[in-house]
Each structure stands twice: as structure tokens, then as C-alpha cells.
């Protein structure tokens, strides 16, 4: 089917969803029917048996989701061996002996995912699952810790340039006005990190309400009362994307836990191969840490904690049915993306803004319609891949394809508008990934994230308006 034939219909299958996800608070079921709506549309068929096979093995079976869903599949098994060895427990006790009170702990999470800056998906899994025993401890709600996962993860691999987001970036500005190889692009980049509004003013929010500056608001706020007032740390009848299934794992009785052995020097091996392989290969081996971070638990256990090699298995395996609900809702996102690129629909809105993009509106236009595109799609590199080519041209008609603070700006609102579609789209890789790794409702995450990231677009949208009439 010709894709500029869909027009407007090509957003419905992602309204559908969207709208179903906010009312039955089911991302799974709710995707599952946009996906069969844009399978009728894309195939003009009503045969949805085969249409939905077909869109299956086109978006299921390529490198990029199994990567994913490997990821995921190996921080399940990881979190398991955790549980199973004490680690978590023995972390939480030694945090409690010092005593942090709910807004020590609130920060601790904030730092710690500030720190672990190199990978946008290790980011959230670590931080959720290291400091959910703590915050649930602390009354705090699982829908704000999602929350400090989300938001510590994207903007700061959009701040900091060399990070896999940063090397992207730069390698899809090849070959734009006077930038000439990806030495001049990395400096692009560079260049554009001090007017990426949107990233930097969500990360200082995040601050702001973890140091208690600023008030939460909005549904958060209800959250967090919840919690603090009844210990529920969840809303009640809301699904946490964790399952119980991590409930059931518990140490062996006589076990002494090791806090360097068995939590400190999995956390080291993921970040030493993480690191160490970008710095010397330029890419970071983010799932090939897991699994050495995985073998290495295997081995201790079955070595110094004399654990049968059944008994981990077993663990193993109700550490991977612990993720399978955020696996499933991945796999539906990674259709709904393929439906909409299939039909055009980023195209479409491209099509209808194009004619917006005046000299001084271009970076505010820019903005929003990667925000925009960000959302109904799910994927903020997609968004990086179709909009650089169109509003980085732009920008340079405008400074004489010179480098100037309109071309940084430039990157910077398609850098930023692209993240916002992290923080508030529900079939967001990042954004699913934080759910699960708070064991949060995807659905009470999103919609108590919403107002946060809108505000945070308010100020990016303001600050580029600004720019471009000052420029």
C-alpha cells in the first residue's frame, strides 16, 4: 500500500492504542489492538491471522529486538541470582543500619542513576532493582522511582556526547553542511549539549523534587501520599510489570552473604565491560556484560555457596518468567513502530509542519514535532534518523553553512524533542524498561511521569523560542 495514500489514518492505529492504554490500564491488550488496526489498514485485508504473522516476523525477528529482549531476559536471571544469594537483602540492611531517612534514600536513587551514565538501559534496570527494596522500605512510590529511572537515563546519555547516543548523533550529521567526518560530527554534538533544554531541565526537576526543593504535583503527588500515608507503595488493582514470581526466591538458610562478591562485583563486571568496551572499541557491550555478569553469580553460587546446579536453573527461570509481561509489551511496541513507519506516519506529520518551518520558528517547530513524533512512535533514534536530514539543511541555509549556535540548536531540539518521546510515550523501549525495573504499573508510570516531562517541554519550547529570536 502507498503510504502517502494513508494521510490522517495513518496516526489511528497509534491513537487507538494510546487511548485504550490510558483506559483499561492494559499497554499490552491495548497495543495488541492498534497493532491489529494497522494490520486491516496496511493490508486492506481482514485476514488478521496471517497479517498479524507477517508483522510478527518483520518486527520480532531482526538484531535489534532480540538484543533487547536478551537484555531483558538476562537482568530477570540476574536479579533472580541476586535474590537467591542474599545480595539485595544484605545491600538494603546495609543501608538501613546508616539510617537514611525517605529523602536520603529519594536522593541516593537520583545519584545512582546519575552515575551510571553510559547506557540508557542498564541505567533503569540497575537503579530500579538496586534501590526498589530501599524506597519501598522508605514509602516511596514505585510510580516515582520509575520516574528517577526514566529520567536519569536518556538525558544524560543525550548530555554527555560520547555516550551511544552522542556517537549516533554525530554519525547521522555526516555528510551535513560543512560537516565532513565524524570527527567534525562528534564536535557537533559537543557543541549542541549546552541548548538541549528539554534534557537539562528534566534532570534538574528530578533534582529538584529528590532534594525536596520542589513539591510534587499533579498525580505523582497523589502517589506519593499513597504511599507515605498507607505503605502502599503501588496503587491498588494495578499491575507492576515485575511478577511475583521473585517473591518465591529466597536465600538458603546458613548462607553468609559477601556484599563485595555478590553485589559489588557484578555491578563492577557489567560497568567494566560496558565502559571498557566503548572506550576501546567505540561500542559498548551492554548484553555481553550481563551475561559475564550472569556467569559470574552461577559460579560463585555454585562454588562458594555450594548451590546445586538444578537449584540455579530453577532460579533462572523464575527470574525470566519475573520480566515476561514487560517482554510481551516490548515485543507489541516493537510491532506498533513497525505499523507506523510502515504506514507513514511520521511522514504525514512531517508533511503537515513543513511549510511551519520558518527562519524564526524552525528550532521551536523543530522541537515539538520530533516531541511529537517521539511519542506516537515510541522511538526517540528513529525520530533522530528522519528529522536530522530535514531540519539540519535548514539550519544551515540559515548561517551560510557555517557551524553556528543555530545548528547546535538545531541538534539539540532534535536530540531533546526525540528524549521527550522516552519519558512520555507508553511503548517506549526506555520507558517500559523503567517500569519494569521499579516493578511499577507501565500505565500509573506514564501517567504520573506526563505532567513532569510536559513541564520540562514548556521550558525547552520557551528556551528555543527565545533562542531563535535572539539569533
Known amino acids: 500500500m502507498d503510504v502517502e495514500t ?36 496496511q493490508t486492506q485485508s481482514i485476514d488478521i491471522v496471517r497479517g498479524l504473522s507477517l508483522l510478527l516476523q518483520d518486527a520480532l525477528g531482526n538484531a535489534d529486538f532480540i538484543w533487547v529482549l536478551a537484555i531483558e531476559v538476562f537482568i530477570g536471571i540476574l536479579v533472580a541470582f541476586f535474590m537467591k544469594s542474599g545480595a539485595i537483602n544484605a545491600f ?28 540508557d538501559y542498564f541505567s533503569p534496570l540497575y537503579v530500579g532493582n538496586v534501590m526498589r ?67 537539562w531541565a528534566i534532570l534538574i526537576l528530578n533534582g529538584l523534587l529528590a532534594v525536596g526543593i520542589i513539591p510534587h504535583f499533579g498525580p505523582m503527588k497523589a502517589a506519593q501520599k499513597r504511599a507515605l500515608e498507607t505503605g502502599q507503595v503501588y496503587a491498588e488493582g494495578s499491575t507492576p510489570l515485575l511478577s511475583g514470581e ?35 572499541l567505540g561500542s559498548a557491550r551492554t548484553l555481553e556484560a550481563f551475561i559475564a555478569a550472569v556467569m559470574y553469580q552461577f559460579i560463585v553460587m555454585w562454588i562458594t555457596r555450594k548451590a546445586k546446579v538444578k537449584e540455579m536453573m530453577d532460579t533462572a527461570v523464575l527470574g525470566i518468567k519475573a520480566v515476561m509481561a514487560a517482554v510481551l509489551i ?7 513502530n513497525s505499523i507506523t513507519k510502515g504506514l507513514g506516519a511520521a511522514t504525514y506529520l512531517i508533511g503537515l509542519t513543513e511549510s511551519w518551518m520558518t527562519p524564526f520558528w524552525l528550532l521551536t517547530i523543530t522541537f515539538i514535532l520530533c516531541a511529537l513524533i517521539s511519542f506516537l512512535t515510541g522511538s526517540s533514534w528513529g525520530t533522530y534518523a528522519i528529522m536530522l536530514p530535514i531540519c539540519l539543511p535548514l539550519a544551515f541555509n540559515l548561517t551560510g553553512g557555517e557551524m553556528g549556535a543555530v545548528v547546535y540548536g538545531a541538534i539539540a531540539a532534535v ?43 514548556v521550558i525547552g519550547i520557551i528556551g528555543y523560542m527565545i533562542m531563535g529570536a535572539t539569533t
Request: aromatic fraction near 10%.
Open 246 to 280: 521473585l517473591d518465591e526466591i529466597k536465600p538458603n538458610e546458613g548462607i553468609k552473604t559477601s556484599m563485595f562478591l555478590d553485589f559489588l562485583m557484578p555491578a563492577i563486571i557489567i560497568i567494566g565491560i560496558t565502559v571498557g568496551t566503548y572506550i576501546i
Open 6 to 41: 494513508v494521510g490522517i489514518i495513518s496516526l489511528l492505529p497509534i491513537i487507538v492504542a494510546l487511548a485504550l492504554s490510558f483506559w483499561t490500564r492494559d499497554a499490552l491488550l491495548s497495543l495488541l489492538v492498534g497493532c491489529l488496526i494497522g494490520v486491516v489498514i
Open 133 to 199: 527494596p530501599l524506597t519501598d522500605n522508605a514509602k516511596t512510590s514505585r510510580e516515582y522511582l520509575a520516574f528517577v529511572c526514566d529520567c536519569t537515563s536518556a538525558p544524560i546519555c543525550c548530555l554527555i556526547p560520547f555516550t551511544s547516543w552522542g556517537v549516533y548523533v554525530a554519525g547521522l550529521v555526516v555528510g551535513m553542511g560543512c560537516i565532513a567526518d565524524a570527527t567534525m560530527g562528534q564536535a557537533a554534538v559537543v557543541g549542541a549539549f549546552k541548548f538541549n533544554f528539554y534534557c
Open 330 to 336: 516490548l515485543a507489541m511496541a516493537y510491532c506498533m
Open 415 to 457: 536530540m531533546g524533542g526525540g528524549c521527550f518521546g522516552d519519558h512520555c510515550s507508553p511503548i517506549s523501549d526506555t520507558t517500559i524498561l523503567s517500569s519494569l525495573a521499579a516493578g511499577c504499573d507501565h500505565i500509573d508510570h506514564v501517567k504520573t511521569q506526563m505532567p513532569y516531562a510536559m513541564c520540562a517541554a
Open 92 to 119: 538494603v540492611e546495609w543501608i538501613n543500619a546508616r539510617k537514611l531517612s525517605k529523602r536520603g534514600t529519594e536522593i541516593m536513587a537520583f545519584l545512582l542513576g546519575i552515575f551510571i551514565f553510559f547506557s
